[in-house]
């Protein structure tokens, strides 16, 4: 098992150079008559031909398509700015390269995005309103996701992953940092997320704290904040209130993860509270490309479906391991307080498939000092025959009887009330 007291590095936060540029200083007229997109890309442009700095958007309403970041620019809401984004798919065109669903391609570009850049940030009081409301029919008729998928399974080149039309139906993320080093996500309040809502994918040093996030429960697949193959995380003193999963710890999908070898480690995350969402801490389903040192604790989970779910299946591949997640407070759950499984979407194991890098691996999990109200919700240990989730560590969990703990295929299960 994993030692009692877990220490991490603390993530790098960005240098941002004392360099100011206002965007009203590039045309930016606050109100709803016309985008604003321009001026916003001339202030970042001003700001990297000066070395940097910090791009202020002031007290205000104001109407935007897709802002690109580079490096050394920090992107700032001054408190009763509030950007909101177009709802126009054509005002995210051209396409970009991003990842989505944990598979690479090219699409819609995300709201807020940065590829390769180093020293970022998105910081302030102000509000980022995605009206994520004219996207989220588009998850009835999503052929172009199903078509992503087949994309990974028979390795097409990425370049020919290229989509961006209604008709493809792949809604693009709010905020996607790509390939970055030293980003930092501050103080701001998102709301109405087209799809994941902060989805920083193979970065390091990342800083999320102090960040509010409210999307509609019935928005389908609006989760809060996915680090995603990223390494050194802090997230912190945020609040999340959406449609999936709270807080999600990824890794890709499938070829596209386990061709990247990038695993999600070295994961600090505490004093977060998570409301109506799928699931509060929750890692996987993507986690090809593997899960490790993970450490959560003081967090509250109030209405979610479960409180801490860790979840994979068969053909999956990639591992989740030494984890340990402690003092939680868990309210009005409606299902389970914490799942484990290996069967996600009840699929079995594959014989076939036995040996390959599809076998998922779950092992050296503690979960301590947990409070559930109402306290007659199970723990269910799912893993496969032959498979067997390894070495799962449950201390002092307020459950009425040891008899709530459902398990399968599970071996080094300690149970101390």
């Given amino acids: 098992m994993m030692t009692q007291d877990l220490s991490f590095d603390l993530p790098r936060l960005p240098r941002i150079p004392n360099f100011a540029v206002n965007i009203c200083s590039h045309g930016a007229v606050p109100g709803e008559e016309g985008l604003i997109t321009q001026s916003i890309a001339a202030a970042i442009e001003a700001c990297a031909s ?5 791009v202020v958007v002031p007290k205000g309403l104001w109407l935007t398509g897709p802002i690109h970041l580079c490096s050394h620019v920090e992107l700032h809401l001054e408190h009763g700015a509030e950007l909101r984004f177009s709802t126009q798919p054509e005002d995210y065109l051209p396409v970009v390269f991003q990842q989505r669903g944990g598979i690479r391609c090219y699409n819609y570009s995300p709201f807020i995005y940065a590829h390769e850049c180093h020293d970022i940030a998105i910081t302030g009081k102000g509000v980022l309103d995605g009206q994520g409301s004219s996207w989220w029919p588009w998850k009835q008729q999503q052929p172009g996701m199903v078509d992503l998928f087949k994309a990974n399974a028979e390795r097409r080149p990425v370049e020919q992953r290229v989509y961006g039309t209604p008709e493809h139906g792949v809604r693009p993320p709010f905020i996607q940092t790509i390939n970055c080093r030293n980003v930092l996500i501050e103080g701001l309040t998102l ?3 087209p799809a994941w809502t902060i989805h920083p994918v193979w970065c390091e040093d990342l800083t999320v704290r ?25 997230i912190e003193h945020c609040r999340v209130d959406t449609g999936d999963d709270g807080i999600c710890i990824k890794s890709g999908r ?7 070898g990038r695993p999600c480690e070295n994961i ?4 977060c509270e998570v409301r109506s969402a799928h699931g509060g801490i929750v890692i996987g389903s993507e986690m090809a490309a593997g899960v490790r040192n993970v450490f959560a604790h003081n967090c509250c989970f109030n209405g979610t479906e479960i409180g801490i779910r860790l979840k994979t299946r068969m053909g999956r591949g990639g591992y989740i391991r030494d984890v340990r997640i402690e003092q939680i407070k868990m309210l009005n759950i409606r299902d389970d307080a914490i799942l484990i499984t290996m069967r996600y ?3 079995q194991l594959d014989a076939a498939m036995a040996g390959s890098l599809a076998i998922p691996t779950i092992e050296n999990i503690a979960l301590a000092d947990i409070e559930c109200e109402p306290k007659d919700k199970a723990i269910r240990l799912f893993g496969l025959e032959g498979h067997p989730l390894r070495n799962i560590s ?19 299960l300690e149970f101390c009330p």
């Fill in 50 to 54: 000066a070395g940097g700095g910090r």
């Fill in 191 to 193: 709301l109405n997320s």
């Fill in 210 to 234: 102090h960040v509010k996030i409210k999307n509609p429960a019935d928005a389908h697949n609006t989760d809060g904040i996915d680090p995603d193959g990223c390494r050194k995380v802090l």
């Fill in 254 to 260: 499938e070829y596209d993860g386990w061709e990247s």
């Fill in 268 to 271: 600090l995350i505490r004093h």
């Fill in 345 to 347: 979407n009840g699929e």
């Fill in 394 to 412: 449950l201390a002092r969990v307020s459950l009425q009887s040891p008899e709530q703990i459902v398990q399968e295929f599970v071996t080094g």
